[in-house]
């Protein structure tokens, strides 16, 4: 068990529609990242949180968005879904600051399962 | 530009067999980490194994053992004596210092052990 809860395990809605992602980090660990799991892209980083403020966007779509609370836990909002959004997100946390957090090692969750109809 | 390539996209072997996973990089970072993930059917992403730039032994945990040859720029990865468990997909992945902690994956290996 990594020590990060991601909810819902399973999501299956359809197209046009809005969902939120929600992810529990490690306790203590302050970074939280999103991943994106597809067939035909691989496991792609989307946007990296850190104690609050967004701190790196990968190849995230403009209808996507997150935001990290003040309690730590993040959420992944995905708006005006497309077939193309049927994926596996993962999200991932590590305890460090920015400077020193490309030496540890990410804890992903496991994974919740989006598909889009 | 990062990049991480497993050549490699499937393997399958006979239980007990030895087999070697492939993983080669490219970075112009001058520190960076590298790490081997581990996602058996049920999804899961599992930390194997971290190693940095600058400590280029061998590492071995068991039937795991680590090859990070910067020369090649390679960081292969070898199971011993596999087992039907080791079935999976496995991913190598980098972190450079200059991009914020995250990992840049690899394609991915799947692996499949057969009794």
């Known amino acids: 068990d990594s020590g990060v809860t991601q909810t819902p395990k399973h999501l299956i809605t359809a197209t046009g529609q809005r969902v939120t992602l929600r992810c529990s980090p490690r306790?203590?660990?302050?970074?939280v990242y999103w991943y994106q799991q597809s067939l035909d892209q691989g496991l792609q980083f989307l946007i990296h949180?850190?104690?609050?403020?967004?701190?790196a966007k990968g190849n995230i779509l403009e209808r996507f968005s997150a935001q990290q609370f003040p309690d730590l836990h993040s959420e992944l909002n995905l708006s005006s879904l497309e077939l193309g959004d049927s994926a596996l997100y993962f999200c991932?946390?590590?305890?460090?600051?920015?400077?020193?957090?490309?030496?540890?090692?990410?804890?992903f969750g496991n994974g919740t399962r989006l598909t889009v109809t | 530009a990062q990049k991480v390539t497993q050549a490699q996209t499937e393997i399958s072997v006979v239980e007990k067999e030895d087999v070697t996973l492939d993983c080669v990089y490219e970075t112009r970072d001058t520190t960076y980490y590298l790490f081997w993930y581990k996602q058996p059917p049920s999804g899961e992403l599992v930390f194997l194994i971290r190693r940095n730039s600058f400590d280029e032994q061998n590492e071995i945990s068991g039937r795991y053992s680590w090859n990070f040859q910067k020369s090649t720029s390679s960081f292969n990865f070898t199971i011993t004596a596999s087992q039907v468990v080791d079935s999976a997909v496995y991913f190598c992945a980098l972190s450079g210092n200059n991009q914020g902690g995250k990992l840049i994956f690899g394609q991915g290996t799947e692996l499949s052990v057969k009794p």
């Open positions: 949180y850190y104690n609050g403020e967004e701190r």
């Open positions: 306790s203590g660990d302050l970074s």
């Open positions: 991932a946390s590590s305890p460090t600051e920015l400077r020193s957090s490309y030496n540890s090692p990410l804890h």
